[in-house]
């Protein structure tokens, strides 16, 4: 991620986790932050209600990475769009998507083109 990338997501980190209500769309399509930038996403989102759109396009998001986030929407409701196009979640990513789906009827919309 280059350096103001990575700024400005920190500081977008910091407002997520602290329920700023003036974040309800998370765009970070093509940020390139892997599992572990998803992984942060998660902890973030776990105290945070006003988020309801997250784009993960284009991430190099792996199994790690969704197992992250498909855990914390078990217990997230109020993400109701998840785009995780584009990744390489591989076989035991799709398993932790699916496990997702099973927990989550507040999801709407999944995108998982080219995973």
Not at 68 to 74: D, F, M, T, V
Not at 79 to 99: I, M, P, S, T, Y
């Amino acid at each position: 991620m280059a350096t103001d990338m990575f700024h400005q997501w920190e500081a977008t980190l910091s407002q997520i986790s602290s329920n700023d209500p003036s974040i309800k769309w998370v765009d970070a399509m093509c940020f390139l932050m892997g599992d572990s930038g998803a992984c942060a996403l998660a902890e973030a989102m776990k105290t945070n209600t006003f988020v309801t759109r997250i784009n993960l396009r284009l991430n190099q998001i792996g199994a790690d990475g969704v197992a992250s986030i498909a855990e914390n929407l078990l217990e997230n409701k109020s993400v109701l769009e998840l785009n995780l196009a584009a990744n390489g979640l591989g076989d035991e990513g799709a398993f932790h998507v699916a496990r997702l789906l099973e927990g989550n009827c507040s999801l709407k919309k999944l995108i998982l083109i080219r995973c």
